[in-house]
């Protein structure tokens, strides 16, 4: 891909609910992580993260929502696993929204920052 051709500038979103709780990118892909993986240790692995990371981020989330968004399965032959709460599947859901939202209303402005850094490393 040639620099001219380069994608729209991202942006990241953080939620601030609290000046000590927030939510962001990581602690959103950890939840899709544990969906697609039903484990909180595979989820950390694929984030290169411990599994303490991970579930300290969990029990983050959960204590700064005031609700699981993951809870915990025990037992089976294959040992116990992870599943998001439907409260969790709906945090994704609505971050992802709220990201989408955001990028598409700040698009013409990012183009516009896109345009006028490569004017300005052209002008080097």
Request: glycine share 10%.
């Amino acid at each position: 891909m040639s620099k001219s051709a380069s994608p729209v500038p991202a942006l990241s979103i953080r939620i601030d609910l609290d000046p000590e709780g927030r939510i962001g990118p990581g602690k959103i892909q950890l939840l899709e992580n544990i969906e697609a993986t039903g484990s909180i240790s595979a989820a950390g692995r694929a984030m290169e993260m411990s599994y303490k990371r991970a579930w300290d981020l969990v029990d983050e989330l959960n204590r700064i929502c005031g609700q699981a968004a993951v809870e915990r399965q025990t037992g089976g032959k294959n040992g116990g696993g992870a599943m998001l709460t439907p409260f969790g599947a709906s945090l994704v859901s609505r971050y992802r929204e709220i990201e989408q939202a955001a990028a598409a209303a700040a698009r013409k402005q990012l183009m516009a920052l896109k345009s006028d850094i490569a004017r300005k490393r052209k002008g080097r």
